[in-house]
């Protein structure tokens, strides 16, 4: 019998929070910077909607306000330990490129948090799928 994942990982990974196995967002768009925000529209598992109402993901942007916020403290920290003497405009070119890199990331994540929030897991929705 195959366990089911837990909420950490299905959140981690952007599977559907009621069944934690099929994926939010299509297969290849990750790296890709015109695709990165393609989000499938229902679970192909239990058809659960990944956006149950209009403008659901807004408040996505305040969990990607405290991703970021991870993301800056962690790169001004290793900035600290790693360079004895820094400007301000190293700190906010390095921060930049931080947002930057991690956008798909940080996007993905944003909404996979806020969604498990508000979409409970179903035991019942897993066995469906088999």
Request: with cysteine.
């Amino acid at each position: 019998m195959e366990s089911t994942p837990s909420l950490l990982s299905s959140v981690l990974t952007c599977k559907c929070p009621k069944c934690r196995k099929s994926s939010m967002f299509p297969k290849g768009t990750l790296l890709n910077p015109l695709k990165f925000h393609q989000m499938n529209t229902h679970c192909a598992g239990c058809g659960q909607s990944f956006e149950p109402e209009p403008g659901f993901y807004f408040g996505a942007m305040f969990v990607s306000y405290g991703l970021n916020t991870a993301f800056f403290i962690a790169v001004w920290m290793l900035l600290a330990l790693l360079v004895e003497d820094y400007s301000l405009s190293t700190v906010l070119i390095l921060m930049g490129l931080t947002v930057i890199v991690f956008l798909p990331l940080t996007f993905r994540l944003s909404r996979s948090i806020w969604i498990a929030i508000f979409v409970p897991f179903q035991k019942a929705a897993t066995q469906n799928l088999t």
